[in-house]
């Protein structure tokens, strides 16, 4: 599943875009989750270490530097470098696609601004568990660090699109607009107390949640090598982001309950299909995702 692109990339272009058109029938949905490692880079400058410090000892001493601050060797959120974005979509009438932005070898400028310019062309819903809390913050002070342009996604209503009045209202920034479901925080009440994590619910609503990592293996993870694998987990939680969202969506409403069974059957057969294309790791995690759901 991690081979599957979400984009066709040309090789002299900025952008890729779909196949085919977008389609409006609908407003594509974009559920999305980010992998990170500590920014060994940023961490040296900050710090003023050695150039010839091994990068895993930069990490060790920024990590107890954490901890003797504040207990967690948690980095804070602009020394978090992107090393995977993950998307389910689903548009158009029929379509949904589970994928990781870009190629592995894509800096992690490249991927942010891909990221950014499919919410230029799409517009999408935006869904994400904790995304308010971590991984919009960090896109937005890495995107700031790489010098990247998002004017659709910072639209608060003042923008030069046609309907960027409507954002005044709506937008992707504002914490209690809908453009971005950030489906955690929101089922919480806003109230941090009250968050619970993805691969708990999702597991007791019956969907597969975490498989074969999670994020505190994502640095040694990357040090082994091992992105492919990275990338194969960050889909999983895209995927699992996707699945809640429309069980939130029945819940609220928005769907009934033969139009869930639908959701649930469509990304079910587009992930036997991927099953039965892909030959790679990412196979174990397809195969179990469809199984669960």
Request: hydrophobic letters at 40%; charged letters at 25%.
């Amino acid at each position: 599943m991690g081979d599957c692109l979400f984009f066709y990339l040309r090789r002299h272009a900025t952008m890729a875009s779909f196949l085919i058109q977008p389609d409006h029938a609908m407003t594509p949905i974009l559920a999305f989750d980010i992998e990170t490692i500590p920014d060994v880079n940023g961490i040296r400058l900050l710090y003023d270490l050695p150039a010839d410090l091994p990068d895993n000892e930069v990490v060790l001493f920024a990590q107890q530097q954490r901890r003797a601050k504040t207990g967690s060797d948690f980095m804070q959120h602009h020394l978090h470098q992107v090393v995977a974005i993950s998307c389910c979509m689903r548009w158009g009438q029929d379509k949904i696609r589970v994928s990781t932005i870009g190629d592995p070898e894509d800096s992690e400028e490249v991927m942010i601004a891909k990221f950014f310019e499919v919410i230029e062309n799409y517009t999408p819903q935006l869904v994400s568990w904790n995304g308010g809390g971590f991984d919009l913050p960090v896109l937005h002070y890495r995107a700031l660090i790489h010098g990247i342009s998002a004017a659709r996604y910072w639209d608060m209503g003042d923008g030069d699109f046609g309907d960027s009045r409507d954002f005044k209202w709506n937008n992707y920034i504002s914490r209690y607009h809908t453009r971005h479901c950030d489906l955690m925080d929101l089922l919480a009440l806003y109230q941090p107390r009250a968050s619970v994590p993805l691969d708990d619910m999702a597991k007791l609503c019956g969907f597969p949640g975490k498989l074969g990592m999670d994020g505190s293996k994502v640095w040694d993870a990357y040090h082994a090598g091992r992105l492919k694998d990275i990338r194969d987990y960050c889909e999983t939680d895209a995927a699992n982001t996707y699945l809640m969202y429309m069980r939130f969506r029945m819940m609220s409403g928005a769907l009934d309950a033969d139009e869930y069974e639908v959701e649930i059957k469509r990304i079910k057969h587009y992930l036997a299909a991927q099953a039965e294309e892909t030959t790679l790791g990412g196979v174990r995690r397809c195969l179990a995702l469809n199984q669960a759901v």
